[in-house]
């Protein structure tokens, strides 16, 4: 930018506000058994004594593409590595969801020919001892979408336990909450399996009721999955596909393998194929290895193209991730997204968060909905370009949370949604230049802030309406974390949240363990920060130029804080539409409530207007934002 004379510059400021009292974020009775045993540290380690525990899930699965059923069988062998003796373990039933007279509060609602009586379990034991699931059991409680299994004899620390179910459960078809049927010979499967809920050393048991709202909060666990399927229909799925060379017509696996090396996009089933009919072999069943990752999900169709390539994602190894893209022919810009997501791949393993994409496998299904799971998304076709690379990176850059740090969706989904929105930002304004996501999350920020439902970002996501979680989780979310980029200052930012990243990675972090990694880090205490724009509820962004006054080259504004946010300063000024400077102050000259402050700026030019705030400082009301000089 050209400037003119700036000289910085003094600051002062009113404070119209005498006390302002000590506010810290909240730490729960929970959270403080957490700091006593030393599972984690006030500064936002993991403690000492940190532990989390897993699984290991053996599926086979049946899908009945024609009734639209799925039948599975599993053994688990659960790992209980906390200190406790365990007497109950729950186990999750997403699929109740859909169940006669379950609590549903869900972010897109139910179709009523898709209600059932829930998954039908067929059978459960418990190290080899048949489990009684009569009504009358004493063994058995079904809850909402959980299933508590009372153990005769407790789960010891440090020990494991196996359990086996048959179960089944008829598979929407008309509804789509993150999974569902795509089209008649189309599925995506995501939510699924009866999975072990966590019990962690902040919460115990997790015993929120999958409501369709928030998305998952997952143990970190191992996967051998077999997927059986009817003739003609292709699976992709989380993690390392075991048997391709005996699922694939030569041809297809000859052209597969070389993408899984290559730089180039191949189409390794094209249109004429799906006319041959020449895609798979007489084997039906898939089978897919999962290590260390917090869930497992598929798709399968009998007409979807598939476009393959690779990119390196980690320079210093050669480190490979294999890219593909699974779709229609009538999915509409999709043919575009091998390429969106491969530089998107490129960008998150290089740039933004800068960390080598930390699994060797994604697959983009064409989908409906825009959904994560570790190596596999779900995404619906946009005829928009801009949007169709927004949904798609977005969704794809969810590999670093909740994937890859365990975060809680189900209480915090604004960290992971908040950081996933962020994140990609330059990224996806590269691929698409219309596309400024900051600026839109500014507007959207702008607009809803205040409402009169808003409550505190805080808040437990299971708790929201859904009605504002995308608000909150997303747009409210983004903000906070630009805000705080400003504040902190772009490097240092990074610096804090990729060592937020390295401390956490394949572990459970809290809400405070993000604010304490922050605070500890930049050796800032940012408490003000937190209780702003995390523990307030609602919290209007307004700014206004209250007054100007000019001595000399010499011009003095007073800057009026409105509303209830701390929010950074910057005034610009403009010789006719010439841009001859601009000066700022950080969003922490306004804590201790203070409502006002003054800046000057010195030119030699004739300025003419004098304009507050930008496209991405949010402002609920613009109208005062702008001083024009008169000239003499
Ligand atoms: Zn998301």
Known sequence: MKTVSVFCITLLLTTLSFVALAQHPTVSKNEARAYEKGTRNFNGTPGANYWQNSSDYFIQVSVDVKNKILSGRERIVYSNN???????????????????????????????????????IASLKVNNEDIDLSKSSQQVMR??????????????????????????????????????????????????????????????WDTRSYNGLAEFYNDFSNFEVEISVPDQFMVWATGDPLNLKDMLQPQIYSRYTNACTSDEIHHVIAEEDILNKKITTQNHTWKYKATNVSDFAFGVSDHYLWDVTSVIVDKSSGRRTVVGTAYNTTSVNFE???????????????????????????????????????????????????MTVYANSHEIAHAYFPFLVGTNETVVGWMDEGLTVYIPENSQHNIAPELNIGAYNTSAFSQYAGIQDEVALITPTQCLDAKIYFYLSYAKAEQALRMLEMELGHDLFKTCLLTFIERWKYKHPTALDFFHTFSDVSKRDLDWYWMAWYYQVGGIPDLAIKNVTKSGNKYTAVIENKGQMPLPVLLTFYANDKNTGNITSAASQWQGNKTEMTLTFETTDAVTKIVLGSETIPDTQPDDNEYLVKQK
Do not use: C
Request: no cysteine; glycine share 6%.
């Open 336 to 386: 575009k997204v091998i390429s969106i997501s491969r530089e998107t791949i490129r960008s998150l393993s290089e740039e933004m968060p800068g960390i080598p994409y930390p699994f060797p496998y994604l697959t983009v299904y064409a989908g409906d909905f825009g959904m994560e799971y570790p190596m596999i998304t779900n995404v619906g076709p946009d005829a928009e370009f801009g």
């Open 82 to 120: 906390s200190p406790d003796s365990l007497k109950t373990i729950v186990i999750r039933l997403y699929q109740d969801v859909f169940k006669k007279g379950v609590n549903r509060n869900s972010i897109v609602p139910v179709n009523p020919a898709d209600i059932h009586d829930g998954v039908r």
């Open 143 to 204: 809850d909402g979408t959980l299933m508590y299994v009372f153990l005769s004899k407790k789960l010891a620390p440090k020990s494991t336990t196996e359990l086996q179910i048959e179960w089944s459960f008829d598979f929407p078809q008309h509804t789509l909450i993150r999974m569902g049927t795509i089209d008649s010979t189309s599925m995506f499967v995501g939510q699924w399996y009866p999975q072990i809920a966590v019990y962690d050393d902040v919460n115990r």
